[in-house]
Structure formats: structure tokens, C-alpha cells
């Protein structure tokens, strides 16, 4: 089957930095999209960035110019480095990636367990 395993977060204080790492393991052939979401306590869960296979990436408004989403497709790896963080982006981190797991399937989203990002004014 298929495994999100994400690290990286932690306590950091406002204007700090973290990166964060998820990598997907087992019966994969293809990767699609890999996103991250945010869920802070009382909030939906939000997309924060994603990129394509291609290398196209999107972005949040509210983490544009601060944030930036990367992916080594050798190691079915995507990172997020989080700078100038805030407050505000206090929260569980979540990877999601669209996987094909034979070439005649059709792709299915997983989900990693999260990691928590908090960051103290």
C-alpha cells in the first residue's frame, strides 16, 4: 500500500523558520499533484501549496512570497520551506499527494498524519 510519512515540524518563533518533508513509500508508479493543508483548532483544513508533476506549484495568498513548495521526484519527496512565519500559520500540516499505484489505475489522494507547526509572537 501506500505511506505519507511528513517531519519537520515544530516550535519556532514569529519570523522563524521551518521545513517541512513528506515522503510517500510503497506500491507506487506514478505521482501526481502533492499538496499541503493546514487545520488550526476551529478552522476547515486549507490548501496551503501544491505542485504538479511538471513543477508547477500554486500557493495560498496568505503564504505567497513567504513560503515555497518543492518536490524531488527520485525520492517521492515533497518539501515546504516556511519562512518569516506567523503566528497565524499556526497549525497541523498535512501532505496529500495523488498517487497511481499501477499504470491502468486510476489515481487515489493519500493522506499523511500531519506534523504540528506552532509559532510563538
Known amino acids: 500500500q501506500v505511506q505519507l510519512v511528513e517531519s519537520g515540524g515544530g516550535l519556532v518563533q514569529a519570523g522563524g523558520s521551518l521545513r517541512l518533508s513528506c515522503g510517500a513509500s510503497g506500491r507506487i508508479f506514478s505521482i501526481n499533484a502533492m499538496d499541503w493543508y493546514r487545520q488550526a483548532p476551529g478552522k476547515q483544513r486549507e490548501l496551503v501549496a501544491g505542485?504538479?508533476?511538471?513543477?508547477?506549484?500554486y500557493y495560498a495568498d496568505s503564504v505567497k512570497g513567504r513560503f515555497t513548495i518543492s518536490r524531488d521526484n527520485a525520492k517521492n519527496t515533497v518539501y515546504l520551506q516556511m519562512n518569516s512565519l506567523k503566528p497565524e500559520d499556526t497549525a497541523v500540516y498535512y501532505c496529500n499527494a495523488k498517487i497511481m499505484q499501477q499504470p491502468t489505475s486510476l489515481p487515489s489522494h493519500y493522506w499523511g498524519q500531519g506534523t504540528q507547526v506552532t509559532v510563538s509572537s
Open positions: 505542485i504538479t508533476s511538471g513543477s508547477n506549484n
